[in-house]
């Protein structure tokens, strides 16, 4: 299996822990909150904001192009410490392999 079709399993997978942790939002947040220059959108989405409307948006944008994927991702250890305590272990399992397929 190729690079890409390993990312698009991950990507739908971290869909489905986001819905299974009920971190999954019905309404995106308005369109001026997404051009936040700020790493992970900081100062106006909240990190499972971020990775649904941002990070998987851009990537699926990416696989479906067949554009350039990132050289290095390091995702997992944003998400470790923006969703402490949430019952989030499948997510940051997906985002853990999404980084190490995206650094090979």
Same mark, same amino acid.
């Given at each position: ?9 991950? &990507?739908?997978?971290?869909?489905s822990?986001?819905?299974?942790a009920? +971190?999954?939002?019905?309404? *995106? ?13 900081? !100062?106006? &989405? ?6 649904q ?11 479906? %192009? *067949? +554009?350039?994927?990132?050289? %290095? ?7 470790? @410490? ?6 989030? *272990? @499948?997510?940051?399992t997906?985002?853990r392999?999404? !980084? @190490?397929?995206?650094?090979?």
């Amino acid at each position: 299996m190729s690079q890409v079709e390993h990312l698009r399993l991950h &990507l739908q997978a971290a869909q489905s822990a986001l819905r299974a942790a009920g +971190l999954w939002a019905e309404e *995106a947040p308005a369109p001026e909150a997404l051009l936040s220059v700020q790493p992970f959108c900081i !100062d106006t &989405l909240n990190f499972s904001e971020w990775l649904q409307f941002v990070f998987l948006v851009r990537m699926q944008h990416l696989v479906d %192009n *067949a +554009l350039p994927l990132p050289g %290095n991702c390091a995702i997992a250890p944003m998400a470790e @410490e923006a969703l402490a305590g949430l019952p989030v *272990a @499948e997510l940051l399992t997906v985002l853990r392999s999404i !980084d @190490e397929l995206l650094s090979e």
